[in-house]
DNA sequence: TACTTTTGTAACCGATTGGTAACACAAATG
DNA sequence: CATTTGTGTTACCAATCGGTTACAAAAGTA
C-alpha cells in the first residue's frame, strides 16, 4: 500500500471483492484471495469489515441486487403487453451481470441472513407485481404466480448454467438468437393464455 | 480395515462417495472426505480409482443419472395427457432424488468430460420427446422446446433452491401442497396452448 | 515537543487440503 | 520353501485455509 487512506482500502477490498464475484463467485471469495486481489493486507480485513460474512454482507448492501426497476403497470397497453416486458428486463437484468448470476448460483448452496434479506425483498417485490397482474387480468393469482415462477425459475438456471453449457433443449443459451426463441415461446405462452 | 477384499473396499469408498454426494453435495468429495467417511486410507482411493475426477466419473456411471425412464407415447390418450405425465414424472424424480438435486447443483458450477457426457444424453433423450411431441400435436418444435425448456428448468431451478429456501412467488417449494399448485399451473398451460 | 491513535506489514499459528513414500503383511506363485 | 504380487496402514510432505500476534510508522493531539 502506498497511501494511508482508510477509505481507500475499504473501496480496494470491496472493489477485489466485486472482481472475485464477478470471475469466480462468491464461494471463492476468502481472506486470502480479498487480500491477494486488493493487494491489502487481510488483517485490515478483519479490522474493517470484521469477517468475511459481513464483508459479503457490505457488499451486497452496496449493490443493489434486488429487483429495484419500477414497473408501472398503468404505462401499459394491457396486462399481456406488461407482462412480456417485466419478463424480458428479467432476462435482460440476468443476462448481463456476472456478478447477480452468481449471487444466484450462490443462492442455490448457501442460506445465511444477507441472502435471506435478499430473498425477502425480492419475494415482496415478486407478489407485488403477480397481485397487481392477477387483479387486472382477472387471472386467478396462484396461476399468476405459477407462470411467473415458470418463465423467472428457467430464466435463473438457463442463465447459471450457460456458463457452463452451450445448449439446452436445442436452444443456444449462450447467444441472443436462443433467448430470441425463449422469448417468442413466452410471448406466444402468453397469447394463448390471455385471450 | 478389518478383510482383504478389494472389490468390498471399491464399494465402501463408492459407497462413501453416495453418502458425501447426498449430503453435502460433489463439492465435498474430497480425498479426505471420502477416506474417513469410508473408513478406507486414502492411499486406495488413488491405487484403486486414480484420481478424485476418476472416481466421481465412475460413480456417475453406476448411478443412472441420465432420464432412463421409459416414456411410449403411444401409450397416452393424447400428447397433452402424455406431456403432462412427462413432467410430472420429472418433478418427482427430482424431489425424491437428493444425489441427482446435487448433480443438477453441481453442473451450474463444474464443466468436465463427464458432465458433459451426461449432457449429450439429457439432450438426446430430451430432443427425442420433443419431437415427438411436436409431430403428433403439429406445434412448431421450437416452441414445444421452448415450453419444455420453461418446466423442466424451473422446477430443476426450484427443486436445488429448495434445499435453502421454503418458499418462492408464495409457492411452498418445500411442501407436496406446493409442488401440487405448480402441476395445476402446468396443467392449465397446456389445456390452453393444446386447444 | 512528547504521547496516543490510526493505518499498515510481516510473520506466525493450527487446521486442513491433495498427494506420496515407506513399510507391514497376507496370499498366491515359483 | 522362497519370492513375488496384492492389499492395507502409518506417517509424512508442501500448500493453503482462516485467523492472530507483534511490531513499524504515519498522523493527529496534548
Same mark, same amino acid.
Given at each position: 500500500?502506498?497511501?494511508?487512506?482508510?477509505?481507500?482500502? +475499504? &473501496?480496494? /477490498?470491496?472493489?477485489?471483492?466485486?472482481?472475485?464475484?464477478?470471475?469466480?463467485?462468491? +464461494?471463492?471469495?476468502?481472506?486470502?484471495?480479498?487480500?491477494?486481489?486488493?493487494?491489502?493486507?487481510?488483517?485490515? @480485513? !478483519?479490522? #474493517?469489515?470484521?469477517? /468475511?460474512?459481513?464483508?459479503?454482507?457490505? !457488499?451486497?448492501?452496496? =449493490?443493489?441486487?434486488?429487483? $429495484?426497476?419500477?414497473?408501472?403497470?398503468?404505462? #401499459? %397497453?394491457?396486462?399481456? +403487453?406488461?407482462?412480456?416486458?417485466?419478463? *424480458?428486463? !428479467?432476462?435482460?437484468?440476468? *443476462?448481463?451481470?456476472?456478478?447477480?448470476?452468481?449471487?444466484?448460483?450462490?443462492?442455490?448452496?448457501?442460506? $445465511?441472513?444477507? /441472502?435471506?434479506?435478499?430473498?425477502?425483498? &425480492?419475494? &415482496?417485490?415478486?407478489?407485488?407485481? @403477480?397481485?397487481?397482474?392477477? *387483479?387486472?387480468?382477472?387471472?386467478?393469482? %396462484?396461476?399468476?404466480?405459477?407462470?411467473?415462477?415458470?418463465?423467472?425459475?428457467?430464466?435463473?438456471?438457463?442463465? @447459471?448454467?450457460?456458463? =457452463?453449457?452451450?445448449?439446452?433443449?436445442?436452444?443456444? @443459451? $449462450?447467444?441472443?438468437?436462443?433467448? +430470441?426463441?425463449?422469448?417468442?415461446?413466452?410471448?406466444?405462452?402468453?397469447?394463448?393464455?390471455?385471450?
Amino acid at each position: 500500500m502506498t497511501t494511508k487512506d482508510r477509505n481507500q482500502t +475499504e &473501496r480496494r /477490498i470491496l472493489d477485489a471483492v466485486g472482481t472475485i464475484v464477478e470471475t469466480e463467485g462468491f +464461494e471463492a471469495v476468502g481472506v486470502n484471495a480479498v487480500a491477494s486481489v486488493s493487494g491489502v493486507s487481510k488483517v485490515l @480485513i !478483519y479490522r #474493517y469489515f470484521g469477517s /468475511i460474512e459481513q464483508l459479503l454482507a457490505k !457488499y451486497l448492501e452496496d =449493490n443493489d441486487f434486488w429487483l $429495484n426497476t419500477e414497473f408501472p403497470i398503468q404505462q #401499459y %397497453d394491457n396486462v399481456k +403487453e406488461f407482462s412480456k416486458a417485466v419478463f *424480458r428486463a !428479467y432476462i435482460d437484468m440476468l *443476462r448481463k451481470s456476472p456478478a447477480l448470476r452468481k449471487l444466484y448460483r450462490w443462492e442455490l448452496t448457501t442460506n $445465511n441472513p444477507a /441472502i435471506a434479506g435478499l430473498r425477502e425483498r &425480492r419475494e &415482496r417485490t415478486a407478489m407485488d407485481i @403477480i397481485n397487481a397482474v392477477s *387483479r387486472q387480468s382477472g387471472q386467478d393469482i %396462484d396461476q399468476v404466480a405459477g407462470i411467473s415462477t415458470l418463465i423467472t425459475g428457467s430464466v435463473s438456471y438457463l442463465c @447459471i448454467l450457460a456458463e =457452463n453449457c452451450a445448449v439446452y433443449n436445442s436452444l443456444e @443459451i $449462450n447467444s441472443d438468437s436462443g433467448w +430470441e426463441k425463449l422469448l417468442k415461446t413466452i410471448d406466444f405462452m402468453f397469447d394463448k393464455i390471455f385471450d
